[in-house]
């Protein structure tokens, strides 16, 4: 509105100029006949002056209001500009790529509330199932030099972040996963597909981890981890002796569970799940308010009015694990370890600021609030375009964490950053003629496991 | 230059205004004695209206010109600038972070010519010493299996991609890696750290396989791959027993490279390095040629001057590694296997447009034309502003080898793309009460090797 009515305004202005000129040259007409020639021609001339200047705000008029002073923009910024247009050309062309032939590409339609949604067809001889596979497949075992097979399963969406940004800390934080994985000899699937479009979101999760369940009889634990959780503790290994009798390992409080019924009191974005029937079981309990559309939204309301603190919002996976684990808790918690001993998930805000300190005062392996396991930077939201947090403090935090991560890494050879803020590295052992000494001394699996080394 | 000129001649017409009033009022007031009061009020009021025009018309160049007329943008175009803004303020913090008290902290200053680089200080036991500690180590032993331990090397710059969207490609291409490493048992580091400053960009993979080697003495093979390059061959593996006389292969042409001398004859995107003596011997033999500045440049004179078809610019590793292997052949070439009977490198450009093809007439595990191990997006340039092809095809052909290997990944689940442009899967299988059927039908690793399981 406010271009509108400038530039009505400068229309008016430059639309008022030929009355001012007719104006002047009746004024000046009406003394024409008293003036003498030479007046004539200077007047002539005012007009001609007063016409271009005319023709100038018109152009100006035009270049600010539409732009056209891109045309003399620096070259490189025609070319940034190209570049970009084309790249969201061709990603709306990806985007948009639908099979009309296929019954099952339909987007919109939303479950029919009076079906109950499943994953999937009820498995119920699973942990027999599964008993037998391993029998038959020795060279597939489930333990590994006595320790149980790990996956850890991750992801994010396939499309490129609204915000530029969010594809590099993306690819940073899978870094980081990628190095605690080698260094602990478990292995990691990136997940990028949406396996049930009724699922989407935060929901996704869970047809993920059945589906990880029965094509990997193999693995014992999968170990689900959100992208935007970085592992800070580069030497802590899960005690995973410590849950033989349980199925699930979720970081929480019991009192905030069971006393208030907190919609925070557990965290979904770093826990274990072991491949068995029960895990199944839970799933298919868990799944039945995650179908998008009216389903989610009406049991967004039941999770906002039993659970404390819950704002008003479609149904999550968290709120909703919450309020079963709750109300259904006799048939469920006698497997579920709620921990926190240590931090499986390590809320951010209350950790970024305290690294140098940790630093100073403690050391790698401890896994809790000293040298937190994982920094999980919860509502950042670096692949989106509105967090709950200031854009500068989630990136410079997120910065903070990686670094501070990757020195624990960067040590073995060596190295480590500058700061904690700084991507470049500085040397902090010489190079050496002996360089198998370090490797006795700094390789983090030589400290954690003698026999980790080959995962045999 | 042409944004210049426009506003220099505004910025004339602007500053002549005033002489041109100046010479009005000139003009006019010589007249003054000659004309009545009731004109001398309209030439003052036409005045009035000029100065209210020059008013007009500078607003308007500032508008145009420093682009104020963004003040009245949509709400939303001032959210997403703000964003990028603060973005890019705080990676420009980030980015700025120097040591001024640290004596490394040094950019900009070059080597010295008449100094020859090292890698580091000259080791001349690896063999040896590293043949002893695996004797000590046997809980790390280089062989698992009967499969020499190969550890994937890969990386990218630490600082966000100039091109937004190259972060989201070398995300994909990562998780493309972690796919083909989990089901091959191949341990991976992803490096975002300059090691080494003097040999910056493509050169830097040398300091760092050097370094990974002495950290790893448990690592049989360093295999390097550019962060551009897609694994689109999920079920090939590597014939290492073919190379146990070796001690690096590399895919290239021995023609191309001993007949030609041609500057493509080898590719160094993707390529084994032993770990042992004589690969740190080619690795100190190659490095020379790397360090940034007057010896890079000189280097890349007579690496144009010597190589068939080589542009002018400065010296590459891969041209340095030819230069080398030419004019030292006796020293290097009994070690150097020069490989093309499979894509351990494949240049993009004439397999994408085959996939279709390729799914229809042939199948997983072949490697060579007929179904590539690597398609290698050699000159796309994601991250950076300046590729070698435009943009269009290079970011399609990217997705269209990323989903063609994720379909061999998705198989295993149950699914696959619903075209290779789309990011959408599609279920080909339906769930089933047995799922384990499915595994010993399409796990990969199943087929490939029937101890592979365990990695054990």
Redesign the interface.
Known sequence: ???DS?FAA?KR?SGG?PT?VAT?NG?RGR?ASVIPRG?QI?KTF?NI??TI?CG??TI??L???I???N????ESDA??QQ??E??N???A???S???PT?P??QTGEFLNPNVTYTL?????TWDE??KV?LQK?P???NY??GKPRILLVTG?P????D???G??Y???A??NK??YC?IHGI????N????DMELAGYWAKLPLIR??M?????VEWIWWMDSDALFTDMVFEIPVSKYNEYNMVIHGYPDLLFDQNSWIALNTGSFLFRNCQWSLDLLDAWAPMGPKGPIREEAGKILTANLKGRPAFEADDQSALIYLLISQKDQWMNKVFVENSYYLHGYWAGLVDRYEEMIEKYHPGLGDERWPFVTHFVGCKPCG?YGDY???RC??SM?RAFNFA?NQV?N????RH??L???????IRN??????V??EQF?I?HSVH???????
């Open positions: 509105m406010g271009s400038t400068q202005a100029l001012t002047a004024v003394a007046r200077h005012n002056k007063i200047l100038f705000v100006l008029v270049r600010g209001t732009g056209l002073g045309l003399v923009s620096s070319e940034n570049l970009i084309e790249t050309r061709i990603l062309e990806i985007r790529d639908k099979d296929d099952d590409d999937g067809p009820r498995i119920t199932d599964r596979w497949n060279e597939f075992p590994v030099n994010s396939p499309n490129p972040c915000n530029a940004i594809d590099h993306l690819l940073k899978t870094k990628i190095d080698r292995e990691t699937v990136y990028m597909a949406h396996l589906r990880l029965l094509s990997h009889p193999e375009s200031p854009v500068e990136l410079k910065e990757d960067l073995l050879y060596g190295f500058r700061g803020v700084s991507p470049n590295i500085k040397r190079e050496t003629v002996t360089p198998l370090n490797v390789d699996r003698p026999s980790s080394g080959s995962r045999s």
